[in-house]
């Protein structure tokens, strides 16, 4: 049997995957239902959050719907499909991907066809490295918690200070990644400004958005500030790309 990336059984496979999770959630969806009425809350309160919540979920099914699109040409739509129903993230898929890819001597965005061999290398690097979360969460995320807790009771203003740190540590690591093609600009190789620039026209449009809920009090912008900054920071990579080359 031939392989390709959008093959029949890859779908049927990740669609037995996510049709458990999508099981779960309907099961705990009930449970917190039953759960509602019992501790008197009402059918109609539940429903206006219910439906509220089934809104505010549109926000983030946009960035997803993107992100497997993006994903889609080098890999197929069923691994970005199931990677992204499970647990992951664009940022997060699209890195280890790439550097699955790079170790192959592939390249990212102009891979014309996988192997087998190939496929299930980037997917066992997707799919191996993000499981460190899920063991690592029970492992250490209680001691953890506890200490957090015990610095702020001790002092909040250094635990502040720790807590952005960590997360400042975190979206350095995805800017690194941003840049690290940048010193090619100075031979003269002007491609590794594509990723810097793309990166500033999505955060100018957060600013933006930022600005309206301010300002203008528009406060409906902030869930959907994340998938306005990712379709416009996308879009902007197709003139960016052409300009640059």
């Known amino acids: 049997m031939e392989f390709y990336v959008n093959h029949p059984v890859l779908f049927v496979l990740a669609g037995a995957l996510i049709a458990v999770v999508f099981a779960q959630s309907v099961f705990f969806l009930v449970k917190a239902w039953r759960r509602g009425i019992e501790i008197g809350l009402g059918r109609e309160r539940l429903k206006k959050v219910a439906l509220t919540a089934a809104v505010f979920t549109v926000a983030p099914a946009v960035a997803i719907v993107i992100s497997v699109i993006t994903l889609a040409k080098d890999l197929g739509v069923a691994l970005p499909w199931l990677r992204l129903s499970v647990i992951g993230s664009l940022s997060y898929e ?6 699955a890819e790079s170790a192959m001597g592939l390249t990212f965005g102009r891979v014309e066809s996988l192997t087998a061999s190939q496929y299930v290398t980037i997917a ?12 690592l969460v ?8 506890s200490g957090l807790i015990s610095l702020e009771n001790r002092d ?3 635990s502040d200070i720790l807590s952005a740190s960590m997360f400042i540590g975190m979206i350095s690591a995805f800017v690194g990644f941003v840049f690290c093609d940048f010193a090619a600009v100075f031979s003269g190789d002007t491609r590794g400004l594509i990723p810097v620039l793309v990166m500033l026209v999505s955060a ?10 301010k300002k203008l009090k528009w406060a409906w912008i902030a869930d959907y500030a994340l998938p306005i900054s990712l379709i ?6 197709i003139p960016i790309t052409g300009w640059l080359g």
Request: one cysteine or more; aromatic letters at 4%; proline letters at 2%.
């Open 204 to 213: 100018g449009v957060m600013c933006v958005s930022g600005v309206l809920v």
């Open 232 to 237: 416009a920071g996308m879009a902007s990579a």
């Open 138 to 145: 029970p492992v250490i995320g209680k001691k953890l918690q």
């Open 156 to 158: 909040k203003r250094w």
């Open 94 to 99: 699209t890195i280890a991907a790439t550097n």
């Open 124 to 135: 066992s690097v997707m799919t191996v490295s993000i499981m460190v979360g899920i063991w």
